[in-house]
């Protein structure tokens, strides 16, 4: 029952002049959490909006500070599956508490 999960990923991919890829998206249904006061499990309804920036190679934060968060990949390709699953297990290690 923990890894029970019903999402939906909507957005968009916009390739800035730099090099970056902005990835700006929403995470939105439902996931299976613990409540951290009674260790029950229950269903949680996400609504998240997520904008992310990602390269492929390195990213040299010295060349504008704006994008301080990149992710970078060496795999000539940037894998969404990687970050949305990376962004699901942060939602998930937040505090939750069932209602």
Do not use: P
Request: hydrophobic content about 40%.
């Amino acid at each position: 029952m923990g890894d029970d999960y019903k999402l939906r990923v909507d957005g968009f991919l916009l390739k800035l002049s730099n090099g970056l890829i902005k990835i700006d998206s929403t995470m939105s249904g439902e996931i299976s959490c613990i409540c951290d006061i009674s260790g029950d499990f229950f269903k949680k309804t996400i609504d998240d909006s997520i904008i992310l920036f990602a390269k492929d190679g390195i990213w040299n934060s010295d060349q504008n500070d704006d994008y301080f968060d990149v992710i970078e990949f060496f795999d000539g390709y940037i894998d969404l599956d990687f970050i949305f699953k990376s962004e699901l297990e942060s939602i998930r290690l937040d505090y939750h508490i069932k209602e």
